[in-house]
């Protein structure tokens, strides 16, 4: 059952001006419900601008784009659709705009009907999973945090209103060692959940380690989906460059010693600490 369809996409910024910018030129996209989907591309290539279509923060000039039950050809009011479909931006700033943490994880979730008990028990559970400290930081002001915290405070105002879907831009951005495992952690027990997780970045090692399926996308064209393994395997270091990602580390590794047992690699590559049963 797909989460998302995209069929002959096409958007374009500031059309009939003379700034005008195709970002996406004929995407077809598919995203199976319950799947880590990662986006990938070089900087400029429409990754952004795809995400947001997906809740209709931006809408398509042409093609078709069906999330869950919706049509975005059809769909009158979107709020129905961004209840089950958040998206946590790639600059925190961007996001937030209250003045209390506590303000902050409580807008979605009221917004959405909610009531105040209901809330408070998903913002908990919430922050335990994108580990922030409810307590220790439910009364300060979200701007005045650090980066890493801010996203944190970005992450759990969209997970407290519970969607089905979940889109992260760059959510590895400005996060040390220890952020990006709990981020990990955290999309593992999101899938588990039975989420949809659709996020665009450029650190292929975090990637390599939680990625179900890949998107390759070039010129606002999705140019090769599939399997992330599959990908790796098919792709070159060279022709991977073209999306801003170069295979990681691990690839390079086993494809320096050779090691070529092509389901055996698969089942290897999963994670570092399979290799050592090789
Ligand atoms: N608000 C906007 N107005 C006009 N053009 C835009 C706007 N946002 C993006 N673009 C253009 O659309 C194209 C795709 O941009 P987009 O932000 O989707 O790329 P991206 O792949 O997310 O890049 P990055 O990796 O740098 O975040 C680019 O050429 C960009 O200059
Ligand atoms: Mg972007």
Redesign the pocket.
Known sequence: MNAVTFNNVEHI??EKSP?E?K?LNGVDLQIKKGEIFFIC??????????IKLINRLLIAKTGSIKVLEFDMNTIKKPFELRKKVGMIF?YPDNQIFETRVKKELIYGPEKFGMSKREALVKIKESCVLAGLDYEGFKNRNPFELSGGEKRKVAICSILAYDPEIIIF??PTAGLDNSSILSLKKMFFKLKEKGKTIIA?S?NIDFISECCDKICL?SG?KVIFSGDFVDTMMRFTNKELEVF?VEKPFIYRLLEKIKFKDKDDFKEKIKNIENLFNV
């Open positions: 910024y500031n700034f910018i970002s591309g070089n900087t400029g290539s429409g990754k952004s601008t795809l790639q831009d760059e665009v450029h996308l606002g801003g």
